[in-house]
């Protein structure tokens, strides 16, 4: 059962296909790791497959199957470059967005160029939540393969602008300064808060960092706070 298996190759071909696997998926960026496109989708599971190939066929030569995954990654990144950089050439690879529902109307010639049916287009639309065509004002098929809508002016939910309530500009993103019990350095400079500062709003709780496993900056510059140990009871 064990008489062709060699323990340390496989070792050696796993760990060498997850380097160079993680080395060239920092290198292909963040588009082609949140797969916004097909091509990103088809690409990052070609990768994933070379790379298991590598690492558990010993048929496959380890040397000429690294040599495949880093070209496969090199012409990924290429192809991302040209890309960005012309335009006509981002059409062919990425694919272009795609009007299906315009001014209430459903299109079905642009239906028919992205091979979508009616059924397909309700089961988009009711993923969003939207269950009848009729509350839809328009509609686009992304390349990435989701619909992006835009509800009719009387399905769309009420908002503050809508009741000529002034509303005060958010001072702050919430972000975490404490976390997991640790202070968060960066968070800290990016929000321009001093460990002094965050120290003394503690001691008016009297509480220290030691006491708390969560601090949260809030929108208006108030502090969530989450002492550690916190029990149901």
Same mark, same amino acid.
């Given at each position: #059962?064990?008489?062709?298996?060699?323990?340390?190759?496989?070792?050696?071909?796993?760990?060498?296909?997850?380097?160079?696997?993680?080395? #060239?998926?920092?290198?292909?960026?963040?588009?082609?790791?949140?797969?916004?496109?097909?091509?990103?989708?088809?690409?990052?599971?070609?990768?994933?497959?070379?790379?298991?190939?590598?690492?558990?066929?010993?048929?496959?030569?380890?040397?000429?199957?690294?040599?495949?995954?880093?070209?496969?990654?090199?012409?990924?990144? /290429?192809?991302?470059?040209?890309?960005?950089?012309?335009?006509?050439?981002?059409?062919?690879?990425?694919?272009?967005?795609?009007?299906?529902?315009?001014?209430?109307?459903?299109?079905?010639?642009?239906?028919?160029?992205?091979?979508?049916?009616?059924?397909?287009?309700?089961?988009?639309?009711?993923?969003?939540?939207?269950?009848?065509?009729?509350?839809?004002?328009?509609?686009?098929?992304?390349?990435?393969?989701?619909?992006?809508i835009m509800l009719k002016k009387e399905q769309q939910p009420v908002t503050?602008?809508?009741?000529?309530?002034?509303? #005060?500009?958010?001072?702050?993103?919430?972000?975490? /300064?404490?976390?997991?019990?640790?202070?968060?350095?960066?968070?800290?400079?990016?929000?321009?808060?001093?460990?002094?500062?965050?120290?003394?709003?503690?001691?008016?709780?009297? /509480?220290?960092?030691?006491?708390?496993? /969560?601090?949260?900056?809030?929108?208006?510059?108030?502090?969530?706070?989450?002492?550690?140990?916190?029990?149901?009871?």
């Amino acid at each position: #059962m064990f008489g062709n298996w060699d323990f340390f190759e496989m070792i050696s071909r796993a760990t060498g296909a997850f380097v160079v696997l993680l080395i #060239m998926t920092r290198f292909m960026g963040r588009k082609q790791l949140s797969q916004l496109t097909f091509f990103n989708y088809i690409t990052g599971i070609s990768m994933g497959t070379l790379a298991a190939s590598i690492a558990s066929d010993t048929n496959v030569n380890y040397k000429n199957g690294l040599t495949s995954l880093i070209w496969w990654a090199i012409l990924t990144i /290429l192809a991302g470059l040209i890309s960005l950089k012309f335009q006509k050439a981002r059409v062919v690879i990425d694919g272009q967005p795609v009007i299906v529902i315009k001014e209430g109307k459903v299109l079905e010639k642009e239906m028919g160029k992205v091979r979508m049916n009616m059924d397909d287009l309700n089961m988009l639309l009711r993923e969003q939540k939207v269950f009848s065509v009729n509350d839809v004002e328009g509609a686009v098929f992304e390349a990435n393969g989701s619909l992006s809508i835009m509800l009719k002016k009387e399905q769309q939910p009420v908002t503050k602008y809508d009741q000529n309530i002034l509303s #005060m500009k958010p001072k702050y993103i919430p972000t975490n /300064l404490v976390s997991d019990g640790k202070v968060v350095k960066k968070n800290l400079q990016d929000t321009g808060i001093t460990l002094e500062w965050l120290t003394s709003q503690l001691q008016v709780l009297n /509480l220290t960092i030691d006491d708390v496993f /969560l601090v949260e900056l809030q929108e208006d510059g108030t502090l969530y706070i989450d002492k550690r140990q916190d029990s149901l009871s």
